[in-house]
Each structure stands twice: as structure tokens, then as C-alpha cells.
């Protein structure tokens, strides 16, 4: 079965800081790969996915996300956070074609100090 | 604005309640999922459905069951809730006809304590 790596469980950075968050999946036919976030209080929320073209997606808020296919690994990016930034970030694979569900990492907390 | 709605967004229970928890979408999705999420576990599959009346086991479906009869409402059931049921517990849609690849609709929500 597939699975989502998501080795980061807490990150600490101050406002300005670049931010990468890791994500490997395992998984080695077509994928579907999708960041998700959750601030506080507030449900799920799409930032960005990749279905196929371009490996570098860009996504809502100023994140992107690279997909690297030989290293299995959709990393996060975002050059300078801002402390709204504080929240939750799960990545979800969809592995091959057809009505599969989507398997989540354990997710990220990431904290920005003002 | 497109919505999943889950009825509740706080609950109490006590031990060996039968508890109902709803969500209904505005979207007109066909699939529909129950998920558990608990801190360092991320998010777990419970149930899903991709059809009215129609159910498909997730990862953790065990003291659990679902009610799909309307295409818009789906239903989780934990038929005798026990403490280790505490937790939060998101409904979420998606299209068919894009799969499920084209991502997730969520709603907001909901905390169950089991005392």
C-alpha cells in the first residue's frame, strides 16, 4: 500500500525565514500529489497539487512545491513566511489512475514567531 | 461559496452512546469520506462512499459505520463509543467525474469527546 512521509512533526521559524517542508511517498507508477493546510480553527484547505507538465507548481499564499519523481519526494517551498502562515500543512498522494483515495502524511506544524 | 457542513463542531458523549455525525455537501460531489485526525497521526481513512447507498471500508473502520441515503449527506455512526473514539472527525467531498485526484472538499469539523 501506499504511503506519505512527512518527517518534519514541528518547525520553528521567525518571520522572513525561508520555509522547506519534506514529503516522500511510496509509490512508483503515476501520482497525484496535493498540499494541504490547516490554520487554527479553520478547516482544510487545498494550497496546491500536481497532476502532470511543469514538476514546479505554484500554489495559493506564495507556496510551490517541486516534484521530483526520481527521489519520490513533493517538498513545500515558500521563500519568506509571515507568522499567518502559522498552521498545520499535510501532503496526500492519489497513486494511479482511476477513483483511488487520497493517503495523507501525518503532517507539519509549523509555528512563526513574529 | 461551495461547502461541506458537518452538523456539529463540539460533542460530548458518554461510553457506549450510539452517536450520529453529519455531513452534507452543496456541491453535488458523488464521493464522500470519513476521516479521524489525531495529532502525529495525521489524517485516517474511516468509510467512503462514491454513490448514494453505496460504502467502501477505509484504513479504520472498526466501531464504525456510515449511512449514505441522500447523495448530499453522509452519515458516520459509532455504534457504542468508546474513549478511544475521542477525536476529530472531517467530512470531506469530491467530484467523480474528475476522480478523486482533482482533491478534496473539507468541512470544518468535529471535536467528539467520549467520557
Known amino acids: 500500500a501506499q504511503s506519505v512521509s512527512q518527517h518534519n512533526h514541528h518547525v520553528i521559524l521567525s518571520e522572513a525565514a525561508s520555509l522547506e517542508l519534506g514529503c516522500n511517498y511510496s509509490?512508483?507508477?503515476?501520482?497525484?500529489l496535493f498540499w494541504y493546510v490547516q490554520y487554527p480553527g479553520q478547516h482544510l484547505q487545498l494550497l496546491l497539487k500536481?497532476?502532470?507538465?511543469?514538476?514546479l507548481v505554484k500554489g495559493i499564499k506564495g507556496f510551490e512545491a517541486e516534484f521530483i519523481k526520481s527521489k519520490f519526494s513533493f517538498n513545500l517551498r515558500k521563500p519568506s513566511v509571515q507568522w499567518s502562515d502559522t498552521a498545520e500543512y499535510f501532503c496526500?498522494?492519489?497513486?494511479?489512475?482511476?477513483?483511488?483515495?487520497?493517503?495523507f502524511g501525518t503532517g507539519t506544524r509549523l509555528l512563526v514567531s513574529p | 461559496d461551495v461547502k461541506v457542513t458537518q452538523s456539529s463542531r463540539y460533542l460530548v458523549k458518554r461510553t457506549g452512546e450510539k452517536v450520529f455525525l453529519e455531513c452534507v455537501q452543496d456541491m453535488d460531489h458523488e464521493n464522500m469520506f470519513w476521516y479521524r485526525q489525531d495529532p502525529g497521526l495525521g489524517l485516517r481513512l474511516i468509510y467512503f462512499?462514491?454513490?448514494?447507498?453505496?460504502?467502501e471500508k477505509g484504513d479504520i473502520p472498526e466501531g464504525y459505520s456510515v449511512s449514505r441515503e441522500k447523495k448530499e449527506r453522509f452519515s458516520l455512526i459509532l455504534e457504542s463509543a468508546s474513549t478511544n473514539q475521542t477525536s476529530m472527525y472531517l467530512c470531506a467531498s469530491s467530484l467523480r467525474q474528475q476522480g478523486v485526484g482533482y482533491g478534496y472538499t473539507f468541512g470544518s469539523g468535529t471535536r467528539l469527546t467520549v467520557v
Open positions: 496526500a498522494v492519489k497513486a494511479g489512475t482511476g477513483f483511488q483515495k487520497l493517503v
Open positions: 509509490y512508483g507508477g503515476t501520482v497525484n
Open positions: 462512499s462514491y454513490d448514494v447507498k453505496m460504502k
Open positions: 500536481y497532476f502532470s507538465g511543469d514538476p
